[in-house]
Nanobody, 127 residues
Framework: VQLQASGGGTAQPGGSLRLSCAAS????????VGWFRQAPGKEREGVSCISSSAGMTYYADSVKGRLTISRDNVKNTVSLQIDSLKPEDTAVYYC?????????????????????WGKGTLVTVSS
């Protein structure tokens, strides 16, 4: 099983980026897929997750309203659209999968059960 995150790059504040997570050896439709990010000097945080089957979506409070997670089951990918980029969005973004549903703890998206991880894609927001 391999996950590959792509779509990162450098963008200006207020701009948009669309990240993509492609899978091989696994049908993403059957699993929850989470997006996590790690900024320099900070702990990794879950920013969004989409569950399998019903496709329930979840977002961290810090990004709510600016991120949209979606699936393309034909392409076996999960995308993360980031709008109204802020400098604090600068981080390496990872996609991960494993459990059938998104898991949270104390209102935060967790990586519990996320067995498979992509290598990450760097997002830099700078003017």
């Amino acid at each position: 099983v391999q996950l590959q995150a792509s779509g990162g790059g450098t963008a200006q504040p207020g701009g948009s980026l669309r990240l993509s997570c492609a899978a091989s050896g696994l049908t993403l439709e059957n699993y929850a897929v989470g997006w996590f990010r790690q900024a320099p000097g900070k702990e990794r945080e879950g920013v969004s997750c989409i569950s399998s089957s019903a496709g329930m979506t979840y977002y961290a409070d810090s990004v709510k309203g600016r991120l949209t997670i979606s699936r393309d089951n034909v392409k076996n990918t999960v995308s993360l659209q980031i709008d109204s980029l802020k400098p604090e969005d600068t981080a390496v973004y990872y996609c991960a999968t494993g459990p059938p549903v998104c898991l949270s703890s104390r209102g935060k998206i967790t990586d519990y059960g996320m067995e498979y991880w992509g290598k990450g894609t760097l997002v830099t927001v700078s003017s």
